[in-house]
């Protein structure tokens, strides 16, 4: 089997407000393997969303580190840590992949400038991946001709537009009918079938019939 290009080994990650503190995330450990869709599964406040935004280098772990592609994310500057997530990982959220005065072509373009010199490989054709995903024919549309489904894969162009072999996703076909959401988990289960590395975060639902494997958390911690 191929080495892992993710890993993820015991992390911890505090917040603090006052004299309180939470522990979002107590010695999470986490390995995913190109080719894999990793399905994270737990209930709200869980720490899922902390944990992928560690995982892409966003929030900084109190204990702990995280690896992709061989080289560390966590623990370093966060210029460093930028210019490795612009080489490595694609992010997926619900809200926040597209600009609102942008075609969603020009979503694609944007984020393929803002990798600028720490693109490692070519620049993919737009038009391919747009195909690919299903939303050729609204490229010239903006945010908000589109329906929930056309925006959701418009925002997985997003993610995808400097071909990354880590892809994140957070919660992403919470906000969508079975139809498109169903229509979304099958593109991410596709992208592990050509080589990606894939972690979906969710409440549960769809997401276990496409994954080859679910890790449950609770309260910070891996349960299963």
Known sequence: MPEPILQASSLYRFFRAGDEETSALRGVSLRVRPG???????????GKSTLLAC???????????????????????????AALRAETVGLLFPAGNL??????RQNVLLAQRLAGR????PVPPVGPILDRLGVGA????YPAQLSAGEAARAGLAVGLANDPPVL??????????ELAGGRLLDLL???????????????????RQVADRVVHLLDGQVTA
Request: glycine residues 16%.
């Open 36 to 46: 894999e869709l990793v399905a994270v599964i737990g209930p709200s406040g869980s």
């Open 55 to 81: 995982l892409a280098g966003l929030d900084e772990p109190d204990g702990g580190s995280v690896t992709v592609d061989g080289r560390r994310m966590s623990h370093r500057p966060e210029t460093e840590r």
């Open 99 to 104: 600009v609102g005065h942008l075609t969603v």
């Open 118 to 121: 720490h693109r490692p490989r």
């Open 138 to 141: 609204v490229a010239d549309a």
């Open 168 to 177: 994140l996703a957070d919660e992403p076909a919470g906000e969508l009918d």
């Open 189 to 207: 289960r596709r992208r592990a079938g050509d080589g990606g590395a894939v972690v979906v975060a969710s409440n549960g639902g769809a997401v």
